[in-house]
Nanobody
Framework: QLVESGGGLVQPGGSLKLSCAASGFIFEEDAVAWFRQAPGKEREWVSCFSSYDGSTYADSVKGRFTISVDNAKDTVYLQMDNLNPEDSAVYYC?????????????????WGQGTQVTVSS
């Protein structure tokens, strides 16, 4: 089960930290990822963590977003800094029971309900 939290409204240049409680997953064996979907757009891969790949990022967020995992808390985080209006979307946590990251949404078997991030002044 995946449950996201931490979304909200933030001004351009601000920061947010999303959390994904990932009960039932083992981060040494399973890949966990963040996707986002803005209105009228396809779901977009943002970042992924796996034991094989480490931390990977889409070019659009590289240098601004950081994915991390806390094994003790079964939680995945996405620290988002220097946000801009183009980052506004519903952010989803996803997991696949493989040790390598996938870049396509249909590769993932498990999804959270999503959390809204709005970047606006």
């Amino acid at each position: 089960q995946l449950v996201e939290s931490g979304g909200g409204l933030v001004q351009p240049g601000g920061s947010l930290k999303l959390s994904c409680a990932a009960s039932g997953f083992i981060f040494e064996e399973d890949a966990v990822a963040w996707f986002r979907q803005a209105p009228g757009k396809e779901r977009e891969w943002v970042s992924c963590f796996s034991s094989y790949d480490g931390s990977t990022y889409a070019d659009s967020v590289k240098g601004r977003f950081t994915i991390s995992v806390d094994n003790a808390k079964d939680t995945v985080y996405l620290q988002m800094d220097n946000l801009n209006p183009e980052d506004s979307a519903v952010y989803y946590c996803a997991a696949i029971e493989l040790s390598r990251c996938g870049l396509e949404a249909d590769e993932y078997d498990h999804w959270g309900q999503g959390t809204q991030v709005t970047v606006s002044s």
